[in-house]
């Protein structure tokens, strides 16, 4: 089990040095801006360590860093950038929080599925719309 677990932080390891270098930063700036040692990012790219959930988060709220493409190598390296509400819409925070939500995978399934179920109940005129 530990050759396992040494490719997977390997194959991790390479995904997180190919979105570096797609993002154009070497490893001491990207160290600087996380404010880590160089070593540490060094570490993560060749395998050595896991990188921190909390740079994880700000590699995807900074660039769009698609997390699931680095831990599995599905999809796209970044996410899709999604249109936003105006900020003049007072529902703005909610709409942006749900936006946000529809980039795990998995709540995207989940709500398109319910967004579907709900369509074809106002098509059967089983639900009113309430426009």
């Known amino acids: 089990m530990q050759n396992d677990d040494n490719l997977t932080k390997k194959e991790l390891g390479f ?3 190919m979105f570096r270098k797609a993002i154009g930063k070497t490893e001491m700036e ?29 590699l995807y709220k900074t660039y769009g860093l698609n997390i699931h493409w680095l831990l599995t190598r599905t999809g ?16 703005y925070d909610r709409y942006a929080e749900l936006i946000d939500l529809m980039e795990v995978p998995a709540v995207e399934q989940a709500i398109t599925a319910a967004l579907t179920e709900i ?12 426009k």
């Open 15 to 17: 995904r997180f040095l």
């Open 30 to 58: 990207l160290a600087s801006e996380l404010n880590l040692p160089e070593a540490k990012i060094n570490d993560i790219e060749t395998g050595v360590l896991y990188p921190e959930i909390a740079i994880l988060h700000y």
């Open 119 to 130: 369509r074809a109940l106002l098509v059967l005129g089983k639900l009113e719309d309430n």
């Open 76 to 91: 796209h390296m970044f996410m899709k950038k999604k249109s936003r509400p105006e900020k003049t819409d007072p529902l």
